[in-house]
């Protein structure tokens, strides 16, 4: 799993202990942290760098995956 998440998301402790989770259940999980992203940023990829970025990790992420 992946799993983006701001360092200004409301929902920053739960991510992490998503992630956490995730790895103590033995699975894998990358977790992304974004400096300065709020919540739900991915949405505005025209106006933030990061959001690209962060779509462009997501979109190779499923590719590699659902091509495996």
Request: proline share 3%; net charge negative; no cysteine.
């Amino acid at each position: 799993m992946q799993v983006h998440v701001g360092d200004a998301e409301v929902l920053l402790d739960d991510s992490v202990r998503y992630a956490a989770s995730v790895h103590a259940a033995g699975g894998k999980a990358e977790l992304h942290l974004w400096e300065q992203m709020p919540h739900v940023f991915v949405s505005s990829p025209q106006e933030l760098q990061a959001a690209r970025h962060a779509l462009d990790l997501s979109a190779a992420f499923l590719t590699h995956h659902l091509l495996a």
